[in-house]
């Protein structure tokens, strides 16, 4: 019943930068947490950052370390992923994802936002 909106998805020229936002629905943001997942056409979704409930870790997949950076809000309900240094391989729909443990596979998350498409021209 945990509900999910993110947003902030766009077109962007490879080297630029975009902010992705999820906003949670209900009073129990912080019991959850946050990851993001992508998909790009053709591909199985895979796992891009997390972070825990109280937002003291961090966790990235190595294509994303060192260009994008995941935090979060909790009196806003709010997390976000901050993405640096865009690259036409990152073009993908991203799906932010909650869950009460912080884990890396897609199929353990139960509470998904419905997408927002990120495209990197070259």
């Known amino acids: 019943q945990v509900q999910l909106v993110d947003s902030g998805g766009g077109l962007v020229q490879a080297g630029g930068s975009l902010r992705l936002s999820c906003a949670a629905s209900g009073r129990t943001f ?55 240094s865009l690259r036409p391989e990152d073009t993908a729909v991203y799906y932010c994802a909650a869950r009460e443990v912080a884990v890396t596979t897609p199929g353990l998350y139960r509470y998904w936002g419905q997408g927002t498409q990120v495209t990197v021209s070259s």
């Open 30 to 84: 912080s019991s959850y947490a946050m990851a993001w997942f992508r998909q790009a056409p053709g591909k199985e979704r895979e796992f891009v950052a997390v972070i825990s409930r109280s937002g003291s870790s961090t966790y990235y997949a190595d294509s994303a370390k060192g260009r994008f950076t995941i935090s979060r809000d909790n009196a806003k309900n709010t997390a976000y992923l901050q993405m640096n």
